[in-house]
């Protein structure tokens, strides 16, 4: 333990970052040995980095920024729609499919205590959300006589009542072995001065990486060795809180497929031109997802000769990823975005701070980050009513209200 907090003091000194121990003296042992290792484990190389991001503003003027191709399912030509269905139903029969659920975060903004995925719907069943995702999965797998693995990325924060969750529902009925779980990483968050924050308890205060964080948690965590080992060649990787999510979708793999895309994604059609909602485009070349902090009025407003919106195509994070591609994005890290935060610490007095306004920086990464790192991927438009019904917010637009009419409609359920 000596020779480890010399080594902690050594490279606090050298990265001026000495307040990580302010009140080291009176944790207990565990807490102490934690510490420890948080701090031994930052890269503080790349944490100067990302602070020095802050200080600049991101440029996009210099990107050529245009409309991307897609298809839409509804109105798909039979013959080509029944070559896409056959191909992709074929990979299914094969074993060749996985799905991934992210699943780290917690149902704080719903009023629920507890990962997002164990709140209940509010339907008659009280089914869970992760009940409801498990039934699509059930489905495709009674459907196809196939296993597909699911893999879910929990957090830290949440993990443990996760799997505890599962574990007490008997895995809602789906074989125990094809559900794996996995954690998605963390970076410390910064103060405006740079400086690494620590939690009230005097621990290093983290926040999760951004669902961008997905590929190396699973190259860390041995989900893509086990995905090679199965033979899987395709992933779908979905968020938890859509409950109309179609995880097992044969037509866009084989979409996919046909067009020798690495990877397919599935948006829906702005509500209009101002809906909050990155949408798919081509930047410089390749496809990306422009932000809609991002997009011009002009290019808001833009429509083609039929009327539609030219940047009209929502990324609602429905998304297929060749294992090959998965491979070679999880090699390099996708860069991080900033966040301004409010974030409650401890000072270096030992005080803990609770700020009124956003006072600390947290990175992320995004997973449509990695689009531009392949040469072409399909889009394929869905219908909103069938496919995207969102649980983020406790009222109004995304709510659990929202969610549950789209689900209990679709499914026709009285």
């Known amino acids: 333990m000596e020779e480890k907090l010399k080594r902690v003091n050594e490279l606090l000194t050298k990265y001026h970052q000495e307040h990580l121990l302010t009140v080291y003296n009176n944790l207990d042992k565990e807490k102490q040995e934690k510490l420890l290792n948080q701090i031994l484990a930052i890269d503080f190389e790349q944490m100067e980095k990302l602070y020095q ?15 991307i191709a897609y298809v839409e399912k509804d109105k798909l030509p039979f013959n080509e729609k029944e070559d896409y269905l056959k191909i992709g139903e074929e990979k299914i029969k094969q074993g060749k499919l996985a799905v991934v659920t992210m699943a780290g975060g917690q149902g704080t903004r719903l009023g629920h205590k507890g990962p997002k995925g164990t709140f209940d719907l509010g339907l008659s069943s009280h089914k869970s959300i992760f009940e409801i995702l498990c039934d699509t999965l059930k489905e495709a797998k009674a459907k196809y006589q196939a296993r597909i693995p699911w893999y879910l990325m ?47 308890e005097g621990l290093v205060k983290q926040a999760a990486d951004g669902h961008g964080g997905i590929f190396e948690a699973m190259h860390k965590d041995g989900v893509v060795k086990d995905m090679l080992e199965k033979g899987i060649e395709w992933v779908f990787i979905g968020g938890v809180d859509n409950v109309l999510v179609k995880m097992v979708d044969p037509i866009l793999m084989g979409l996919a497929e046909k067009n020798h895309a690495l990877a397919a994604g599935k948006s829906v059609v702005k509500a209009n031109p101002q809906e909050r909602v990155g949408v798919f485009c081509k930047k410089n070349g390749r496809p990306s997802v422009i932000e809609y902090t991002e997009i011009t009025e002009e290019m808001a407003n833009a429509r083609d000769e039929q009327g539609e919106l030219l940047y009209g195509e929502s990324h609602i994070l429905c998304n297929l990823f060749n294992i090959k591609a998965i491979t070679q994005i999880g090699e390099n890290k996708l860069p991080y975005h900033q966040a301004h935060k409010k974030a409650t610490y401890l000072n270096e007095k030992g005080e803990i701070i609770v700020p009124e306004k956003p006072n600390a920086y947290k990175f992320e990464a995004f997973i449509f980050d990695s689009f531009e790192r392949l040469d072409n991927m399909a889009i394929m438009r869905v219908r909103r009513e069938e496919e995207f019904a969102p649980v983020k917010n406790a009222e109004g637009v995304d709510s659990p209200e929202t969610a549950r009419k789209l689900y209990q409609e679709f499914h026709k359920i009285k």
């Open 53 to 67: 991001s802050t200080k600049i503003k991101p440029e996009f003027k210099d990107c050529k920024i245009e409309p």
């Open 154 to 200: 929990t957090s830290i924060e949440n993990n443990y009542d996760t799997v505890k969750f599962f574990e007490k529902n008997n895995y809602f009925g789906y074989p125990k072995e094809e559900i794996k779980f996995f954690i998605q990483g963390e970076l410390p968050m910064l103060s405006e001065e740079g400086k690494i924050l620590l939690t009230e």
